[in-house]
């Protein structure tokens, strides 16, 4: 079999250490050096000096939760450096040690047998985080505003039936006025401020209930989180809105596709990036987005044609937004 690269390595990261094995395809045979390193940021650049020393051109990494990206920002720049899918790397059953893991690696990087993985650039990475921690903080706070509705049913106020949004201009003080300690229901539904198709005798009775004291404190604290969360929302909406501001035509660009907002157009580029030869077809985007059926045929017969996993944060957003 031909060997793409003579002098590569095979990296097995853990939280805590990395075993790296150097291969050396020489004329008497291959030669291989193995060590064990911590993952500091010190143990990181020794780790690039040692690669450096033996003359290391390419180097591979297996997809380890989130382990991999400080080990990848380290040794960007000075080697070619390949990601690949635990799965279809897995060495031999039986036979799996730290040290046989970074070994396989090597031997599959020297022989072109690893599919790279794709990974964006920095810029890319931090639109990422970004846009991904946005849609956290966005769960949490639907989770936060379900508390509230069920602390007000535990309670027999109904606020839900009468209005489409508990947490809009009315409900947020309907809410405010409940947490506060007021009871009268003519008075709390004289607080409405909006027009609702609920009649006022219809809200009269759907605030008509028992907020004990608990629930009460209980209500105060998820209006607070809900609020703490809303400002970091807003606080990563305007780091978006300054880092995509050289791209913003491609960003309203991408909002003539049905179903596209801004902030989906955001998701969008955080996620494939703008270069667009990383992917050689459509056919190719579609299918690492995970939204294609995949290939399974044995002996005639097709099996199961499931979606792929894919890319799960690309792949919920543009279903979503069909």
């Keep these: 079999m031909d060997i793409l690269y003579a002098r590569c390595a095979g990296l097995d990261i853990h939280r805590d250490t990395i075993v790296a094995c150097v291969r050396l395809a020489e004329a008497g045979g291959v030669v291989r050096f193995v060590e064990t390193f911590a993952t500091t940021t010190t143990e990181l650049e020794r780790l690039s000096e040692w690669l450096t020393g033996h003359g290391v051109t390419a180097v591979a990494m297996e997809a380890t939760g989130v382990y991999w990206k400080p080990v990848w920002a380290v040794l960007a720049g000075d080697f070619e450096l390949v990601l690949a899918n635990a799965h279809p790397v897995k060495a031999v059953p039986g036979r799996k040690t730290d040290v046989n893991d970074a070994t396989w690696l090597a031997d599959l990087l020297a022989h072109g047998l690893i599919r790279p993985s794709f990974v964006p650039t920095m810029p890319e990475q931090a639109l990422r985080d970004l846009t991904r921690a946005r849609k956290q ?67 009269v009775e759907a605030v008509r209930g028992r907020l004990a004291a608990h629930q009460r404190l209980l209500l105060r604290l998820y209006l607070a989180q809900v609020d703490a969360l809303a400002a970091a929302i807003a606080t990563i909406d305007r780091e978006l809105g300054e880092r995509l501001e050289p791209v913003q035509e491609t ?72």
């Design 137 to 203: 903080l966005t769960r949490e706070k639907a989770r936060h505003v379900q508390r509230i509705d069920k602390t007000l049913q535990a309670a027999t106020i109904k606020l839900g039936s009468v209005l489409s949004n508990i947490m809009g201009q009315s409900g947020r003080i309907l809410l405010e006025a409940l947490a506060a300690g007021e009871s009268d229901p003519e008075r709390l539904a004289g607080l409405v401020r909006t027009k609702i198709r609920a009649s006022h005798a219809q809200v």
């Design 251 to 322: 960003v309203q660009r991408l909002t003539t596709m049905p179903g596209l907002s801004p902030l989906s157009a955001t998701v969008v580029i955080s996620e494939i990036g703008l270069d667009m030869s990383r992917f050689p077809s459509a056919a190719h985007l579609i299918s690492w987005a995970g939204l294609c059926p995949k290939n399974d045929e044995s002996a005639g017969k097709r099996r199961s044609p499931r979606l792929r996993p894919g890319a799960p944060w690309l792949k919920a957003l543009l279903v979503q937004s069909a």
